[in-house]
């Protein structure tokens, strides 16, 4: 399967499609933005007019879209993508979506033939630049062992979390999780600094203690600490804080649909929504910190 249609060329979908272009794909991508289609066709990729001509003769079609909204609009309706995928092709949906509108789409799909995975992924911009993504996937697996290949070549740890949906739920759940650490982190990181800690040094303490996790190993939120963290850029270029916002309101969806008690994932949720309505939307979700200092 080396014909691959990508759509979607976002701070993720960008380096997702480029190291399928390295690993040999015939790739043929299309984004809203025309600028990072050009980028890739400069490159070696084939730019698509359109989606529809994206998907044209594609064995394998890969989308990377902000929301739910725009998945379904994507695939779904008389006009929908799904009506000009080949049968028998196989369908990668890696945006992170509600698990609802993940079974709605694979079940669109099934209909008409199509073989479908939710495989939301998780590593940031630089796991996506590196290809060291973690995929959580969604689905069957006879078309999982098909994705293999493309998969591999864009992440390095992929799961198979259960049937259509479930690759989502597995998202929603581990993107509240790190919300919460991230939250946690900054709090303690401008707590130990208003008493006089050198930032550096605290992070080290807390890296190497009972209190270390991924925001402190890899993601530290204070500015100056980690050369390369969005925190010392500006919080540019990394997970925008909008979108962590929309992962923890489909947390809440879940939580809601279940009876489950989420209260820090809840709290997380307020915070980031107090971020939102600050102007902080498009920054990093790591600018939680400015909620301390």
Not at 20 to 46: M, N
Not at 70 to 88: A, K, M, N, S
Not at 102 to 129: F, H
């Amino acid at each position: 399967m080396k014909k691959v249609a990508f759509i979607g060329l976002g701070h993720m979908g960008l380096p997702m499609a480029r190291n399928l272009l390295k690993a040999g794909f015939d790739l043929k991508v299309f984004d809203l933005q025309q600028s990072a289609v050009d980028e890739l066709a400069a490159e070696g990729a084939h730019a698509a007019k359109d989606a529809r001509d994206a998907v044209h003769d594609a064995e394998v079609v890969i989308s990377m879209l902000p929301a739910s909204r725009h998945v379904e609009g994507l695939y779904l309706g008389e006009q929908g993508l799904l009506g000009y995928i080949t049968p028998g092709s196989l369908v990668l949906e890696c945006s992170t979506i509600a698990p609802e509108s993940a079974k709605k789409v694979s079940k669109a799909a099934a209909e008409r033939g199509i073989e479908l995975l939710d495989a939301p992924v998780s590593g940031g911009t630089a796991g996506a630049a590196a290809g060291t993504l973690t995929f959580m996937i969604g689905g069957e697996v006879g078309a999982l062992d098909k994705a293999r290949p493309l998969l591999n070549a864009m992440g390095k740890n992929i799961f198979h979390a259960g049937l259509n949906g479930a690759g989502q739920v597995a998202k929603v759940c581990n993107n509240q999780l790190l919300a919460v650490l991230m939250l946690g982190t900054a709090e303690a990181m401008a707590l130990g600094v208003a008493n006089g800690l050198d930032p550096k040094i605290l992070a080290e303490i807390m890296r190497q203690s009972s209190g270390g996790n991924w925001a402190l190993e890899r993601y530290n939120p204070w500015p100056g600490v980690m050369e390369n963290a969005p925190a010392s850029k500006g919080y540019t270029g990394g997970f925008m804080a909008e979108l962590m916002a929309k992962d923890l309101g489909l947390a809440q969806e879940a939580a809601l649909a279940t009876g489950s008690s989420t209260p820090m994932g809840s709290l997380a949720l307020s915070l980031y929504r107090l971020l939102l309505k600050q102007g902080h939307g498009q920054e990093d979700f790591s600018v939680v910190q400015k909620l301390f200092t």
